[in-house]
């Protein structure tokens, strides 16, 4: 198979199974989004989906997080990790949106980059579902696939970022990086991976990959 042979493979086999996609991170809008992928660095979505209602049940806007301290804060985050540096984070950008752009969430990777906390990847992840803006956000996930369907070299994520761009259509962005995280979670884990249900891996997996996996279920 060539290249782009396989990019084809990729989008049409994601497609059957994940038709409509999930955005796997509980928010209602803009600013819920932008705290709920804040709080999920290091963290499962899972675990975060556990803490932000109890969170946003007490502040769901700039103007109602900054009433809180940080410590405040911290004490509902902790289940999360990193409470220290994410608690100062929310705190400090909530007031930053009411100061420089009246409490909204700007369209703007330029913007959301500036903000206390927040990396290129949450970023990302915001402008392509809060804005439906094209970004293709690199998580753990999709970093590994890109890596193991002998896409992108697995050197880092802006590698493997900028590897996605090239090889997928950019209207096709917003729902493949969700298709690709939905699919590395269901059938291509890190741990306790079975290659027999892992049908892109399974056709066009890096040669390696493949042989290193065989190799060890056969000492098993």
Do not use: C
Not at 72 to 92: A, N, T
């Amino acid at each position: 198979m060539t290249k782009q042979e396989k990019v084809h493979f990729v989008i049409t086999t994601l497609e059957k199974i994940y038709p409509e996609v999930p955005i796997p991170l509980d928010h209602k809008d803009p600013y819920t989004l932008l705290i709920a992928v804040l709080l999920s660095a290091q963290s499962t979505d899972v675990k975060v989906n556990q803490i932000t209602p109890i969170l946003f049940e007490i502040a769901d806007d700039p103007y109602k997080m900054v009433q809180l301290s940080v410590e405040e804060i911290r004490d509902i985050i902790k289940p999360v990790g990193l409470s220290p540096m994410k608690s100062k984070g929310i705190h400090g950008l909530s007031k930053i949106l009411i100061e420089k752009y009246n409490g909204q969430v700007p369209q703007s990777f330029e913007a959301l980059e500036s903000f206390p906390a927040v990396g290129h990847k949450t970023a990302s992840v915001v402008m392509s579902q809060a804005f439906n803006v094209p970004a293709f956000p690199v998580d753990t996930h999709i970093h590994r696939l890109m890596y193991r369907w002998n896409l992108s070299n697995g050197k880092n994520v802006v590698q493997t970022e900028r590897d996605a761009k090239r090889l997928f259509p950019k209207e096709k962005w917003n729902k493949l990086h969700l298709q690709i995280i939905w699919y590395g979670r269901q059938f291509s884990p890190a741990r306790a991976w079975d290659l027999e249900k892992d049908t892109i891996t399974k056709t066009i997996g890096r040669k390696s990959v493949i042989k290193e996996y065989l190799e060890k279920v056969k000492k098993t």
